[in-house]
């Protein structure tokens, strides 16, 4: 009897684990569509899409685990790997869209970086 | 800390050739009594115990993955928002982290953290450009935050 409460407690955790990613994944998604200019969208990317990847890939281990017996290295290669790699895709994009001159929102209030690269552009005119 | 490492393996590959059995099991307990030889001598052996380190390490990690869940939970709310009304900008926050890892470290911890994606570092790294998703509300609280990081980093990494 023990045992098949504890399997059933097991599987509600894969269904829950597997569930919180893709609502993670869709909320990014949906973000994506909302916002209103690439700097924002890409603070929904690499948050959403790291968690919710994240949250499919140790569901995955777990069933594999519990079902099968099988310990994937990969999948926690994987969850490892996306966990690196998010913020600095997020920091690179952002940077490269805002030195090839994408412009902030309208609602902005604030930008510091605007005069650093002004200064950039004018030491390699010269 | 690497001559521990080295002692720490020594000492299991030698619990290895003891108990005459080459799994990766009998090296594995080689080596948890290797970690229990170098605690008990640890006033003998130059530097400090390298496991001290490692458990900083970890607790950076458990740092991150807080971090990363609470600013899913943030931007979710956002999302999910009918009216967006906040007031998106880039500030400059400054640093007192020098090496390329710790400013790489710091940078992705903030990436992570609610409503702060780094854009830039400076050419002098002494400033990382942030772009935050409401200004009033993260330039408040990010002092705090920078704190605690830089802290967590300097353990590790000094």
Avoid: C
Wanted: aromatic share 12%; proline share 3%.
């Amino acid at each position: 009897m023990s045992g098949t409460l504890i399997s059933i407690i097991i599987d509600l955790f894969i269904i829950l684990s597997l569930l919180i990613g893709t609502f993670f994944i869709f909320s990014s998604s949906v973000g994506i569509l909302r916002f209103p200019d690439v700097y924002t969208r890409l603070h929904a990317v690499t948050k959403g899409a790291t968690l919710g990847v994240a949250g499919i890939m140790i569901g995955a281990f777990l069933f594999l685990f519990i079902e099968h017996g099988i310990i994937s290295g990969k999948l926690i290669l994987g969850t490892i790997f996306v966990f690196m790699t998010a913020p600095v895709s997020g920091h690179m994009i952002s940077r490269a869209g805002y030195h090839n001159g994408v412009k902030l929102w309208d609602k902005s209030v604030r930008d510091d970086y605007a005069d650093v690269v002004k200064e950039k552009r004018k030491s390699i005119d010269n | 800390m690497n001559f521990q490492i080295v002692i720490n393996i020594v000492i299991a590959l030698m619990w290895m050739f003891l108990s005459e059995s080459y799994t990766f099991t009998t090296f594995l307990v080689g080596y948890i009594i290797g970690i229990i030889l170098l605690y008990v001598l640890r006033r003998f052996i130059p530097d400090a115990f390298y496991l001290n380190r490692v458990l900083k390490v970890i607790k950076l990690l458990l740092l991150f993955n807080k971090e990363l869940i609470l600013s899913n939970i943030d931007i979710v709310k956002l999302v999910y928002k009918p009216k967006l009304d906040v007031q998106p900008g880039i500030f400059a926050l400054p640093t007192e982290l020098k090496s390329n890892w710790e400013i790489t470290m710091l940078a992705n911890l903030i990436s992570l953290t609610p409503g702060t994606l780094s854009i830039a570092v400076s050419e002098d790294y002494s400033k990382i450009y942030i772009h935050a998703m409401d200004i009033p509300d993260v330039v408040k609280s990010i002092n705090d935050i920078k704190e605690s990081f830089e802290k967590a980093i300097m353990e590790v990494t000094r």
